[in-house]
């Protein structure tokens, strides 16, 4: 972890989906990033009990005490006030490596008594703190969600419901629970919900399993209506990951997209200040976004921010459909049933026909006419012949990665240049390294060291997340104990670090 400037006025502190936060890699960290962090974050613990176990220690991973983000113990025992320097090697990278040893093996027995207390004493599902105004069967979870809408656009303000609600529920057990009665939801807010993972077997689901209305449309609308290996389970599911994970998550893969992302920045940066000054800042953002990841998976250039008129038109098909997507997600989440009572169903078939048009057109623009740099992650995977990836899956799997990935970059531009708005003193002192260490030539990671502007977009994950939840697994198969309170199969869990994120006893204050 690098150290927190003294100077900077916002604090940056520890987040779960901020810790590879590389400028060289933001597109395949930063798009995706929740899952992604996670699951390194679980390989560190597999590697941990391995470490330990060598060494005949016990470590039960339901319950781990880690040091993977700086942390000196498990948040259980944090909330009893324990501070960060009580931890021998917090922020010390010269500890030795038998002082870590030790550290590790306390934590690891006071972990494991932990868990055998819980396990014989679990409470019930129903002593879970939380809200349940959203227990009439027709109104669902609206009642909770209501004062979270925001006038203006309609949205969510998921970020300040999480906070609120690990307020409100969680933060003395790291667990609330909400949502209509015939539908268990909980929330858990710590390294509890590290079971989940353990526990999810060898096809685990993605967040946009239930993501229903595009299995309905395909199987109405499409012909030979082609399953999205994303949103399909065992394997089939996991098809689509063994395709995508080497041109996506690799490191070296992943910077090979920067000479097509540098060019989509040179040119969206001249028409910067047009936006910025008339309003249009958040359409800067969401155009810039689409612009970049169109240039990393496939290798075009379409400029719809400098207002190419068929660049435009890509754009808005394909972010309209997203964003129909998501909206009736939102509004029905529970059931295909739900879409009687919303005209959100109807917007959504209507828009989904017209980005599936035009997602099909890009990535026939690039594999099969040639264009562009011939350099992105879709060509990797398309050309591995063994994988056999139709171009109906091909489309299909370009739709979910552009979902995943165009509106949480978005967000992130955007909330960065707001919190560097707000705080001058740090704009000068980032200007003032992207100069030393630039001089305006294009980003590469070679010999270019940005800590201070890591440090800036970690703090901006940690106040103002691209996404208030960090994983969802839907009707969860397996009966759990989480943080002393029994979790049973069907249940939805949810992860979300903005409750840890922004509490003081845990990241100091603000």
């Known amino acids: 972890t690098a150290q927190r400037p003294t100077d900077t006025p916002w604090r940056a502190k520890r987040s779960f989906s901020s810790h590879f936060c590389h400028p060289g890699v933001v597109l395949p960290i930063f798009h995706i990033a929740p899952p992604v962090t996670l699951e390194i974050m679980m390989q560190f613990q597999r590697e941990t009990a391995r470490y330990l176990s060598r060494r005949s220690w016990k470590l039960s991973l339901a319950r781990p005490a880690y040091d993977f983000f700086g942390a000196d113990v498990s948040l259980q025992q944090r909330r009893h006030h324990r501070p960060f320097s009580s931890c021998p090697f917090h922020n010390n990278q010269s500890t030795s490596d038998k002082d870590k040893k030790k550290f590790f093996s ?31 069967p027709v109104l669902a979870a609206m009642p909770l969600f209501l004062p979270y809408v925001h006038k203006e656009t309609g949205g969510m303000r998921t970020e300040d419901f999480m906070r609120d609600y690990y307020e409100k529920y969680g933060k003395e057990t790291g667990i609330a629970r909400f949502g209509p009665s015939d539908r268990r939801v909980a929330l858990i807010f710590d390294e509890g919900y590290l079971q989940v993972f353990q526990r999810e077997g060898k096809y685990p689901s993605g967040i946009l399993t239930g993501a229903w209305p595009i299995e309905e449309y395909n199987r109405k609308y499409v012909d030979g209506h082609p399953r999205n290996p994303f949103l399909s389970e065992g394997e089939e599911w996991r098809k689509g990951r063994m395709a995508i994970n080497p041109y996506l998550f690799n490191v070296k893969e992943a910077q090979s997209y920067l000479p097509a992302i540098n060019e989509t920045v040179n040119s969206a940066v001249r028409h910067f200040e047009e936006y910025a000054t008339t309003g249009r800042f958040d359409r800067f953002c969401e155009l810039a976004a689409f612009d970049m990841f169109t240039a990393a998976s496939l290798g ?31 509004e029905c989440p529970y059931s295909r049933y739900d ?63 552009t979902f995943a990935a165009a509106d949480t970059t978005a967000s992130l531009m955007n909330n960065v240049v707001s919190n560097l708005s707000k705080n001058p003193s740090v704009q000068d002192k980032l200007r003032a390294e992207l100069s030393k260490e630039l001089g305006g030539r294009d980003y590469s990671p070679d010999g270019t060291e940005l800590k201070y502007f890591q440090q800036i977009l970690k703090e901006t994950q940690r106040l103002t997340p691209s996404l208030g939840f960090t994983n969802v697994k839907n009707n969860f198969p397996r009966d759990l104990v989480i943080n002393g309170y029994e979790v049973p199969a069907g249940t939805t869990v949810i992860f979300s670090t903005m409750g840890i994120a922004n509490d003081e006893r845990l990241a100091g204050p603000n």
């Open 106 to 136: 306390s934590q690891a027995v006071t972990a494991t008594k932990t868990l055998n207390a819980t396990d014989v004493a679990a409470k019930p599902y129903s002593d879970i703190p939380g809200d349940w105004k959203g227990s009439l």
């Open 300 to 330: 075009l250039q379409i400029n719809s921010v400098g207002g190419d008129p068929k660049g435009i038109e890509f754009a808005e098909n394909i972010i309209g459909s997203l964003a129909t997507m998501a909206k009736v997600t939102q």
């Open 339 to 401: 879409m009687l009572k919303f005209s959100a169903w109807d917007n959504f078939r209507e828009h989904w026909s017209v980005g599936r048009e035009a997602s099909k057109a890009l990535v026939r623009m690039a594999l099969e006419e040639g264009l562009g740099s011939g350099k992105g992650i879709m060509h990797g995977f398309l050309k591995d012949k063994e994988l056999k990836i139709s171009d109906e899956e091909a489309t299909e799997m370009y739709l979910m990665l």
